[in-house]
């Protein structure tokens, strides 16, 4: 499903956006969501965060 799919099922067809503000904190708070938290499968079930910037490995001391 396409990120402009989930967005519509997720959170268009679900809220009344009170104004254009509301709308924009909305689309944030979904993007951030989006790239950060959920896992994709056409990445292996990471995130495109964990994809795109991986966190360096930590050296056993």
């Given at each position: 499903?396409?990120v ?9 067809y ?12 909305a689309?944030?708070?979904?993007f ?6 959920r ?6 079930y ?6 795109y ?8 001391a």
């Amino acid at each position: 499903m396409s990120v402009h799919n989930c967005w519509v099922r997720s959170c268009v067809y679900l809220t009344a956006f009170e104004d254009g503000a509301h709308l924009k904190r909305a689309l944030r708070n979904y993007f951030a969501w989006y790239n950060r938290e959920r896992p994709h499968q056409g990445l292996d079930y990471a995130t495109p965060d964990e994809m795109y910037f991986p966190q360096p490995v930590k050296q056993a001391a």
